[in-house]
């Protein structure tokens, strides 16, 4: 069964940090163009950081550019957003996704394009 699965989500203070992991099962993320996005509540799903197959290319959305850093692992399959100095805009459910197409860390994350998603793990921002 191909399935990513979200974890490392949680309530933490501003200016605090969280790490998320994203693993694949039933595929090789190697393959796959691999990216975060999130959805605070009343918004649309933006597309947060993305990075290429390889890794060698990543995406950051302005809003977080500087502050998040995203990383991956072929060999473990999994794929991780560091997050520091985090802010209550910040808030939302995080998703992982993988695109197995020609996309670009940059076109995937503008275009929230992924054959496959996560199910989100809820960031909380709050003193």
């Known amino acids: 069964q191909l399935q990513l699965v979200e974890s490392g989500g949680g309530l933490v203070q501003p200016g605090g940090s969280l790490r998320l992991s994203c693993v694949a099962s039933?595929?090789?993320?190697?393959?796959?163009?691999m990216g975060w996005f999130r959805q605070a509540p009343g918004k649309e799903r933006e597309g947060v950081s993305c990075?290429?197959?390889?890794?060698?290319?990543?995406y950051y959305a302005d809003s977080v550019e500087g502050r998040f850093a995203v990383s991956r692992d072929n060999a473990k399959n999994t794929v991780y957003l560091q997050m520091n100095s985090l802010q209550p805009e910040d808030t939302g459910v995080y998703f992982c996704a993988a695109d197995g197409g020609f996309s670009t860390a940059h076109s995937m994350c503008r275009m929230k394009s992924g054959d496959y998603w996560g199910q989100g793990t809820q960031v909380t921002v709050s003193s």
């Open positions: 990075i290429s197959k390889r890794g060698f290319n990543e």
């Open positions: 039933g595929f090789t993320l190697d393959d796959y163009v």
